[in-house]
Nanobody
Framework: QVQLVESGGGLVQPGGSLRLSCAAS????????MGWYRQAPGKQRELVAT???????NYADSVKGRFTISRDNAKNTVHLQMNSLKPEDTAVYYC????????????WGQGTQVTVSS
């Protein structure tokens, strides 16, 4: 079992920045890919960004050039630096993880609220 705990959400004005962090514990040796999803009110959960243990990254088109995902394998943490935030980035952001070869993400954090509003 993998436990994921997010931190760093909050309220920010349009154009501002936030940095989300996620700490993993438990069966961390099994984790290969970590990432962030988000879910806005009335919408489906969507991929934001992922990063593998080797450092390969993937981003949703809507956040490319504004968000940066990074990972510290020694500390079992993953971060999401969010710049140039827009009101449409408002959502609950979830940290997630999966093992090498897994087709779906099986571990999820409790979520952290990000609100972009003036």
């Amino acid at each position: 079992q993998v436990q994921l705990v997010e931190s760093g959400g909050g309220l920010v004005q349009p154009g501002g920045s936030l940095r989300l962090s996620c700490a993993a514990s438990g069966s961390i040796a099994s984790i290969y890919t970590m990432g962030w999803y988000r879910q806005a009110p009335g919408k489906q959960r969507e991929l934001v960004a992922t990063i593998t243990r080797a450092g390969s990254t993937n981003y949703a088109d809507s956040v490319k050039g504004r968000f940066t995902i990074s990972r510290d394998n020694a500390k079992n943490t993953v971060h999401l630096q969010m710049n140039s935030l827009k009101p449409e980035d408002t959502a609950v952001y979830y940290c997630t993880a999966k093992a090498l070869g897994a087709t779906t993400f099986g571990s999820w954090g409790q979520g952290t609220q990000v609100t972009v509003s003036s």
